[in-house]
């Protein structure tokens, strides 16, 4: 069996290390000495002023939402994972999807404004495997009408524009961590903002808002994560370098060899520290797309359709954004992880191959 994807897991000795120091302190959670470490470290990798380690990457986007006490319509995209616009929805707001550009497939900038309406609080957009959205547009329609700006940044650790980290832009910038990411604390997520006071208030919401042992400031929840699971960000942060330069070395050897293949490919040029996440490939149809992926499965070889459906076709929402519903009807992502073998993927290429001939 070839899984879709495959948690990295670092040198055994190096997360052993760390669990001998939770070990001896017999401290494993509200906010230890490893999760303080591991949000340095973060900052300083990312250069970055203000970040927090969250429980995870939804959780990260609720945060977001409740610190700028946001209300009424979030114009959001539709090719996403679910969790971006159940995060909207289960703080009470409302979606507004606003259709995705053909070759980045993040949101479109130009058809934002044409969504705004008296009752919308924010733009919450993502950066799509690891793609960044148009930041310095929608950061432009957000001062002109007055709107906050969040971004799920759950593909794109790593990448920079302007030659800043992704995670400076927007209001708030959020990120998974979860165990299939590029980097990874099994399960976890950030949150990222230049705002300290902005920050301090995410303090208080991720721990029931307690401001010491006896007082509360406002309400909260609990988004604090644990020692062990900052214990393996901190075994796996050194290992970062190289599992991007694997993923973008299995990246480009797919392209090669899939070279006669009936596929487009999202656009990923001119990308500052591009992380390779993924391999996503768009058929030319939907039958196609079916086909290959009955002889992957037949060859026990997994593969996802990733975003499908389109998040403005689930049983709660609506909204009419065709890109994204022929995008999500044609995409599938390939096996991308770092013990995937050349000779693994040549028999991948060689089966899609074949099924298109067939």
Known sequence: MIPVTKPFLPPRKDYDHYLDGIWERNWLTNNGPLVN??????KEHLGLDHLLFVSNGTIALQLAIKALNLKGEIITTPFSYVATTTSIIWEGCQPVFVDILADRLTINPDLIEAAITENTSVILATHVYGIPCEVEKIQKIADKHGLKVIYDGAHAFGVKVSGKSIFEFGDISTCSFHATKIFHTIEGGGVFTKDPELLKRMAYLRNFGHDGFEKF???????KNSEFHAA???AVLPEIDN???TKQEQY????????GLKVTYPSIGKIENYNY??????????????????ALEDNQ????????????NLDYTQGHCPVSDNTSEKVLCLPLYHSLTKEEQ?????????AQNN
């Open 252 to 259: 480009l050897f797919y392209k090669e060899l899939l070279k």
């Open 37 to 42: 470490e591991l949000e340095l470290r973060l």
């Open 346 to 354: 040549r028999m991948i290429a060689r089966i899609l191959l074949r």
């Open 277 to 294: 996440a993924y391999f996503p490939i768009l058929f030319s149809n939907v039958e196609l797309l079916q086909k290959s992926m009955k």
């Open 301 to 312: 070889i997994g593969s996802r359709r990733y975003f499908y459906p389109g998040l403005n």
């Open 232 to 234: 393996m960000g901190l």
């Open 243 to 245: 599992i991007q330069k």
């Open 217 to 223: 400031n406002g309400i909260g929840i609990n988004a």
